[in-house]
């Protein structure tokens, strides 16, 4: 069980970082910080102007980071053999189909802004599992816009490299993802979960009181496929949606649609049922998010855990995002006495699920869901016990 990850030794990394670029003295590499996220409700809400319920967690990625004035931009992770060094040039293309799209992204954005650089030796060290649904990629994009807004003194506010971080993803990776991840990595608060309003940006933090609880992540360890294309499947399928409420409704966006005025439109969806599912998990889905943030309010764990359930299930019927092994991790937890609520988080079709659940049975949890999923799956899963925690920071000038 990973209960809580390795800390990072700076010494090391900073060994490394000399090693791969060069020792400057004069001119050490600064560290930033941002964490991975879950979202504990409130799935494929984001780009409908819907609410999400993520938190940030206690894994992330670190970035060493320093100026240079050789016209190089230098790109090396110790998660990863490849490292990259690109001329002023060649940032402005994309890099095959590897994480340093994520960096690239972000400086793009920032040249929009013009705000140019003239070189960077980045090294970046992770300890999100990759392709979990956690958010690590969001982390390096957020990370380095942090990082190059100090750096550059480029006066970017909070919100401001939400939204660049956000576009570096859109614009340059090509994924049309909502607000909600960057959001978390940028935004999060210890021991807290934040309601996002996703059209309006407006947001609260709101205390995770768990009391004898957990938050556990389940890792299918799935391989993702064809996840980018069916993601943006789902972001077309919920504008085409859109487009027939507007017909009847003046509505901005899917999201500030109710499940009853979806049901005084629902003829109009007679020849698109794929589209009326997903507007239906969409609404239901808002509820579902303001409910559970009331039952969190009163210590009515019990109702959060069945709204989780809830989500779930329109995840997996409605706007049909599940998978074989997600189904069996959720089914199985769903098993286990010590459960309360058990849903896939993120976007789907493989990554993990989040488990609110006792903290004096997670043992047994992992014990009995590792071994009834190895049995019906063949694949085996990892346990992370998370803690909420603050988003991107600056952790060495
Ligand atoms: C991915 C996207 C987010 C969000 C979730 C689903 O994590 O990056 O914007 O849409 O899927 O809720």
Known sequence: MNHSPEPFDLRRLTRRFNEKFGTQPENEPSVFHAPGRVNLIGEHTDYTGGLVFPCAIDRGNLLLIRRNDDNQFRFASTNFDLMAQLSQHEIEQTYGDSWINYPLGVIDQFRRRGITMSGLDCLYS???????????????????????????????????????????????????????????????????AMMLNCETLDYRHVPLNLG???????????RRELNESAYNDRVAECGRALGYVQQRIDAPSLGAITEAQLETVKPIFADDHIAYQ??????????????????????????????????????????????????????????????????????????CTVNLMRRDMVDSFREDVGNAYREETGLTADFYVITPSNGVEEIRS
């Open 126 to 192: 992770g300890n999100v599992p990759n392709g979990a649904g956690l958010s690590s990629s969001a982390a390096i994009e957020v990370v380095t816009a942090y990082a190059i807004n100090t750096l550059f003194d480029a006066g970017l506010t909070h919100m401001e490299i939400v939204k660049l971080a956000q576009a570096a993803e859109n614009d340059f990776v090509g994924m049309k993802c909502g607000v909600m991840d960057q959001f978390a990595v940028t935004m999060g608060q210890a021991n807290h």
């Open 212 to 222: 004898e609880n957990a938050i556990v992540l389940a890792n299918t360890n799935q």
């Open 278 to 351: 997903r507007a239906r998990h969409v609404t239901g889905e808002n509820a579902r998010v303001q409910a559970a943030v009331n039952a969190l309010e009163n210590d009515d764990l019990q109702a959060f855990g069945e709204l989780m359930q809830q989500s779930h299930a329109s995840l997996r019927d409605d706007f049909e995002v599940s998978s074989k092994p997600l189904e069996a991790l959720v089914s199985h937890a769903l098993k286990h006495p010590g459960v309360l609520g058990a849903r896939l988080t993120g976007a789907g079709f493989g990554g």
